[in-house]
């Protein structure tokens, strides 16, 4: 007999990306941001430090959702912060899900989304895209309309690639909730300033961010979500009491507060994504254009599997991620390429040593 819900029996569980923790590695697999957070973080966690660790901390962290008030233009009852964005899709299917509701998802996108429906026990769909990664509207109406959660990664994960603001609006469940999770929006080449919130419409929009990327503080673990007040005083009934730390809270208020620091770092990162796609390109693959900090690849006659094992070999870790198997299962609409090579972009140096490995390997 298990001790556990039949729901968590049934679990795969989500597997992140390979972390080593000895030095040697140029790591391209978790799309981290290659350069450090701004000076002013460091110090903002020194001073922190040194502060009250022994009470716990601002519950609401009232000090953030002023910083990203002021930087999107709206009142901080806008603003929830999280331990991390994917807390706050945790918070939000807790909030709006019952175990009778439809969460849906496109895919191939980001995984977690379904682990966490399962987690919660509540049906769940995947919105199959079509092999350009655009919508099919036909297709995928029935379910977005039954959808209490839709949840849209825009940028797209693994592809990379951005829909419009007109596509978004026209897939809100009328009758749910429409999750924009924007991880990577300030690598798009127009960042928006959630005039996705503005209108009918955005009253049920949520638009979820990370500073992880961006802001170089994956090590920190913070996150926020942006919607209407009326949605956010639902959400904190759900969350964790002090769901975010004292340092985590001085570290994201001093990051927010830095752009020139984070817009200075993104200038790198694009410039760097274009080189990289162009040599993809000239090396025989077939790169999708990126809205992120990372680049989709496939490669026409070269198996994906063994480039990335080849480039393991060498100490250089891209993500390999294959989604055959599970629409091998099934008979549904699905993209022609469900496997392929998702590539972070680091400095001009890692990126450099990567595409002299891949000129070896694929020559």
Known sequence: ???????????????????????????????ENPYPPSPRVVHAIQQASQGRLNVYPDPL?????????????????????????????????????????????????YILYETLAQIQGTRHARLRLEPDWSWNLKLNRPLIEQSKILFVPNPNSPSGNHWDHDIIRAIVPP?????????????????????????????????TRTLSKSYSLAGIRFGFCVAHPDLIAGMRKVKDSYNCNTLALAAAEAAIRDQD???????????????????????????????????????PTISHEEIYQELKQRRILVRYMNFASAIAASNEHSPATVNGLRITIGTDDEINVLVESLTEIVS
């Open 175 to 207: 009758a749910g909730v429409l999750v924009h999770d924007e991880a990577y929006g300030d690598f798009v080449d127009e960042p928006h300033r959630m005039e996705l919130l503005h209108g009918e419409s955005g009253r049920q929009m949520i638009v």
């Open 61 to 109: 962290g009232k000090g953030f959702c002023q910083a990203a008030a002021e930087l999107f233009d709206l009142d901080p009852e806008w603003i929830l912060p999280a331990n991390g964005s994917d807390e706050n899709l945790t918070i939000i299917i807790r909030t709006f899900a019952d175990k009778n509701d439809l969460i849906a998802y496109p895919y191939p996108s």
């Open 261 to 299: 620091w984070m817009l200075e770092n993104r200038r790198k990162i694009l410039g760097t994504r274009e080189r990289l796609e162009n040599s993809l390109t000239e090396l025989g693959f077939n790169p999708v254009p990126s809205q992120a900090n990372f680049v989709w690849v496939t490669h």
């Open 1 to 31: 007999m298990s001790l556990f819900r039949p729901d968590v029996d049934a679990l795969e569980g989500y597997v992140p990306g390979e972390q080593p923790q000895e030095s040697g590695w140029v790591k391209l697999n978790t799309n």
